[in-house]
């Protein structure tokens, strides 16, 4: 199985993935694949398997715990992944993050191993990946992997980027965001929302009214156009249909001003299980977890 296949797997079979050297990997797929053979001669019988990585320790078991060993050893899919549900139980090393995700998957958490080479195919932070770290994939872009304690701050960032984009290539004149309920001004101050700042005044807006000054999240003015379109390559606005009305008044109606939501309310399995059971395992999250909370943000404007 190569890159692409990987990347083809359902998003609930690649979403938690850990990083190896690729002769650890190598050694781990020998391993699976020797293990496959062993689990065919068991019967009843006595299996005994031997981790393939330095170190490693065998393990043994006898009449009908031999069948289920063996059967839990072929839980994992055999290729360019590796399940530690099917191996990390079983494969002890001197290197600790084997020991970690080995841990993290007997506390239940699904993690795939995959080979540090597999990260030239991949779109991740800069100076990742790292050893003994937790990545989780992005719901939208299957080549996207992310610390796990930046997920939901870069998948909600992802998702305000691209109606951003949307009303300013309809044209938008202004744009006036507020919170509503959850994330609020601390977490919109962490946000690279990325957009140009030629002909463009944004801040946070302050004022007598405190109360509406903490409300009051983004505010932007452009030129405007009298071209709209959509962009390229959008991810969201097909699962959006307020955000597809906004678009079809621009475009077909001349709409003049537009009122909408930007709703996040899925934590994507991205919660504080996960932090628990992997930080009890001993892996890094790659920062401080920023936990999911159910979020709207209303967003008004002229055209």
Do not use: C
């Not at 001669?41 to 005994?48: D, F, H, I, K, S």
């Not at 932090?275 to 909370?293: S, V």
């Amino acid at each position: 199985m190569g890159p692409e296949s990987f990347l083809y797997l359902r998003y609930v079979d690649r979403q938690l993935i850990g990083f190896v050297d690729d002769d650890i990997f190598e050694k781990l797929q020998q391993n699976t694949k020797q293990t496959k053979t062993t689990a065919s001669l068991v019967g009843t019988g006595t299996a005994t398997v031997v981790a393939a990585a330095a170190g490693g320790t065998a393990l043994s078991a006898s009449g009908g715990a031999a069948a289920v060993l063996a059967a839990t050893l072929l839980t994992g899919p055999v290729g360019l992944v590796a399940s530690l549900a099917g191996i990390g139980a079983v494969v002890y090393s001197s290197k600790k993050a084997l020991e970690s995700f080995g841990d993290a998957s007997n506390k239940g958490l699904d993690i795939k191993l995959v080979p540090i080479s597999i990260s030239d195919h991949l779109d991740l932070p800069v100076g990742h990946p790292r050893k003994n770290t937790l990545y989780a994939g992005h719901p939208s872009f299957p080549k996207s992997y992310i610390p796990v304690a930046d997920f939901h701050r870069t998948v909600f960032e992802n998702k305000f980027s691209e109606i951003i984009s949307i009303l300013m290539h309809l044209g938008a004149k202004s744009i006036h965001v507020e919170h509503e309920s959850g994330w609020g001004q601390e977490f919109s101050s962490k946000l690279s929302v990325g957009i140009p700042s030629e002909g463009l005044v944004v801040g946070l807006e302050g004022g007598a009214d405190k109360n509406n000054s903490r409300k009051i999240l983004y505010k932007a003015n452009f030129s405007g156009t009298d071209k709209p379109a959509l962009p390229d390559n959008l991810i969201w606005f097909p699962h959006e249909p307020t955000w597809q009305q906004v678009s079809d008044g621009r475009i077909k109606f001349g709409m003049q001003s537009f009122s909408l939501k930007l709703q996040y309310n899925e934590d994507f399995g991205i919660n504080l299980g996960i932090k628990a059971k992997a930080e009890d395992a001993g892996l890094d999250l790659g920062g401080n977890f920023e936990k999911h909370i159910a979020t709207t943000w209303s967003i008004q404007g002229e055209f």
